[in-house]
């Protein structure tokens, strides 16, 4: 069974940084995202890449501020957060996909592999 770990959250003013990290145990996972969920909501994408990196996506909510990228030799990938605010206050859950050569997307379903999550808290 792959683990994923994720590392870096924290707590951070308005306007400030972050950067996550998610290791994973094997080398055999393809596509890998990031997702946050609030309490009493629904799990949300953020951003997910491919496992060559070529492919990205963001959240519109996120986009222009945060930066997914990947370390395929040690199987881990990033989210620089940059800019954070109030609303991106949530646990982040780091997700990835087992089918090589899957897609990034953005549907939690579309996803075999998920984290334990780490707390982002941005205080006004």
């Known amino acids: 069974q792959v683990q994923l770990v994720e590392s870096g959250g924290g707590l951070v003013q308005t306007g400030g940084s972050l950067r996550l990290s998610c290791a994973a145990s094997e080398r055999t996972i393809s596509a890998m995202g990031w997702f946050r969920q609030t309490p009493g909501k629904e799990r949300d994408f953020v951003a997910a890449i491919s496992r060559s990196g070529g492919r990205i996506y963001y959240s519109d909510s996120v986009k222009g501020r945060f930066t997914i990228s990947r370390d395929k030799a040690k199987n881990t990938v990033f989210l620089q957060m940059n800019s954070l605010a109030p609303e991106d206050t949530a646990v982040y859950y780091c997700?990835?996909?087992?089918?090589?050569?899957?897609?990034?997307?953005?549907?939690?379903?579309?996803?075999?592999?998920w984290g334990q999550g780490t707390q982002v808290t941005v205080s006004s």
């Open positions: 997700a990835a996909k087992r089918t090589w050569g899957a897609d990034p997307s953005p549907g939690t379903n579309d996803y075999d592999y």
